[in-house]
């Protein structure tokens, strides 16, 4: 049925505007994600030192070029896709015309090649193709497979199981795909999630996780924000929240600077928890800003709120979810980062995050929410 809207002239004027004024801008200067998709991201994580190679131990990659946007685009791109009338078209329909991998794929995303290309040093953009696509088949999230294979990788290198893998070997990652699929050997094992498969080899202070869900490909050992963003995030490491590389990786926020980054990070989080509600897409949150939030919501429901109101409102959807979180056990230890991140530097940038830099975001954090020094919020 049609969704009925309070003012239907006001919405579709508004939307014509913001659909104009990004074309507009896109004439004079094309969108990176249209041109070469998200896989354009890996520029800015490897100039800066922050993309996560094998298994978290350094934050840049030799062969990052050859897995990068640019040669997914100028060799194996056959169109760009899109969502239902959106103009920057993220979508890479993709084709490997010859070779052990031949065929027509999706992706991969920017994600997708820094867990299997970054964490297992994967130098060939076919291999992780073909990854993604037998993810993608097998119903298995790219990013906690590329985890999973690089904790797997270590624990053999340590000497903790025995099975065929290492770094640099993309049959070998395929075959550990498949067996975490069907649950055969240890594929039973990791299948159960990163945290239990971690406890099982006695590596539980290797595994890379919060809350049981594996980070993104952006090390919080440089942007300190993604850091709190993964602490905090109510499902675990989780990018999507609030989105806060763009503005680290941006040079918008100051990746280095402690105090204060806490209330700008949960401003950008109550704007991003509205893009839930309203059902908007995450690559739009420069060109919503709250007044043009606040037009849309006049427009569908009536509501006249200003900035201040749309954050009561997107502040409840976090209290209600961290509520729930509590109430099935979760403690404030649970809001922490791997110890990987405090105790070992990155080479490249000698890097970390540590302890006390965690505890002040951490702690601004609960305060600029409104909630008590254990990170509760008030009763309903």
Request: with cysteine; charged share 25%; aromatic share 8%.
């Given at each position: 049925?049609?969704?009925?809207?309070?003012?239907?002239?006001?919405?579709?004027s508004?939307?014509?505007?913001?659909?104009?004024?990004?074309?507009?801008?896109?004439?004079?200067?094309?969108?990176p994600?249209?041109?070469?998709?998200?896989?354009?991201?890996?520029?800015?994580?490897?100039?800066?030192?922050?993309?996560?190679?094998?298994?978290?131990?350094?934050?840049?990659?030799?062969?990052?070029?050859?897995?990068?946007?640019?040669?997914?685009?100028?060799?194996?791109?056959?169109?760009?896709?899109?969502?239902?009338?959106?103009?920057?078209?993220?979508?890479?329909?993709?084709?490997?015309?010859?070779?052990?991998?031949?065929?027509?794929?999706?992706?991969?995303?920017?994600?997708?090649?820094?867990?299997?290309?970054?964490?297992?040093?994967?130098?060939?953009?076919?291999?992780?193709?073909?990854?993604?696509?037998?993810?993608?088949?097998?119903?298995?999230?790219?990013?906690?497979?590329?985890?999973?294979?690089?904790?797997?990788?270590?624990?053999?290198?340590?000497?903790?199981?025995?099975?065929?893998?290492?770094?640099?070997?993309?049959?070998?990652?395929?075959?550990?795909?498949?067996?975490?699929?069907?649950?055969?050997?240890?594929g039973?094992?990791?299948?159960?999630?990163?945290?239990?498969?971690?406890?099982e080899?006695?590596?539980?202070?290797?595994?890379?996780?919060?809350?049981?869900?594996?980070?993104?490909?952006?090390?919080?050992?440089?942007?300190?924000?993604?850091g709190?963003?993964?602490?905090?995030?109510?499902?675990?490491?989780?990018?999507?929240?609030?989105?806060?590389?763009?503005?680290?990786?941006?040079?918008?926020?100051?990746k280095?600077?402690?105090?204060?980054?806490?209330?700008?990070?949960?401003?950008?989080?109550?704007?991003?928890?509205?893009?839930?509600?309203?059902?908007l897409?995450?690559?739009?949150?420069?060109?919503?800003?709250?007044?043009?939030?606040?037009?849309?919501?006049?427009?569908?429901?009536?509501?006249?709120l200003?900035?201040?109101?749309?954050?009561?409102?997107?502040?409840?959807?976090?209290?209600?979810?961290?509520?729930?979180?509590?109430?099935?056990?979760?403690?404030?230890?649970?809001?922490?980062?791997?110890?990987?991140?405090?105790?070992?530097?990155?080479?490249?940038?000698?890097?970390?995050?540590?302890?006390?830099?965690?505890?002040?975001?951490?702690?601004?954090?609960?305060?600029?929410?409104?909630?008590?020094?254990?990170?509760?919020?008030p009763?309903?």
């Amino acid at each position: 049925q049609k969704i009925p809207l309070h003012d239907e002239n006001a919405f579709k004027s508004a939307a014509r505007e913001y659909l104009d004024r990004f074309k507009d801008a896109s004439k004079t200067q094309p969108p990176p994600l249209r041109t070469y998709g998200t896989a354009i991201t890996i520029v800015g994580t490897q100039n800066i030192g922050v993309l996560p190679t094998r298994n978290f131990q350094q934050g840049t990659f030799e062969d990052w070029q050859k897995i990068g946007g640019e040669t997914l685009t100028d060799t194996y791109l056959v169109r760009t896709s899109a969502c239902f009338s959106c103009p920057i078209s993220c979508g890479r329909v993709t084709k490997i015309s010859d070779g052990p991998y031949q065929g027509d794929g999706e992706g991969p995303e920017y994600e997708t090649i820094y867990a299997f290309g970054g964490l297992c040093e994967l130098d060939s953009i076919e291999e992780i193709m073909h990854l993604n696509d037998l993810c993608d088949r097998l119903g298995i999230d790219t990013i906690t497979a590329g985890n999973l294979a690089g904790l797997t990788i270590e624990a053999v290198r340590q000497g903790r199981i025995d099975y065929p893998i290492d770094y640099g070997q993309a049959e070998s990652v395929a075959r550990l795909v498949e067996d975490i699929a069907a649950r055969r050997g240890i594929g039973d094992t990791l299948a159960r999630g990163i945290r239990f498969a971690a406890e099982e080899w006695g590596m539980a202070d290797q595994a890379i996780h919060v809350k049981g869900l594996e980070p993104a490909g952006y090390d919080p050992r440089v942007l300190k924000g993604m850091g709190l963003a993964y602490g905090s995030s109510d499902r675990g490491a989780c990018h999507l929240r609030a989105t806060f590389y763009k503005p680290e990786l941006a040079g918008i926020v100051d990746k280095d600077v402690i105090p204060g980054k806490a209330a700008v990070f949960a401003e950008w989080e109550d704007r991003l928890t509205l893009f839930d509600t309203f059902v908007l897409c995450r690559f739009y949150r420069d060109l919503y800003q709250w007044d043009q939030l606040a037009e849309i919501l006049r427009g569908t429901t009536g509501l006249d709120l200003d900035a201040a109101g749309m954050r009561r409102i997107a502040a409840t959807v976090s209290d209600d979810a961290r509520r729930f979180n509590l109430r099935e056990g979760l403690t404030m230890q649970d809001d922490q980062l791997p110890s990987r991140f405090h105790k070992e530097a990155l080479p490249e940038t000698g890097k970390v995050i540590t302890t006390e830099q965690m505890e002040q975001l951490l702690g601004d954090y609960y305060r600029a929410r409104g909630w008590n020094a254990k990170g509760e919020p008030p009763l309903e």
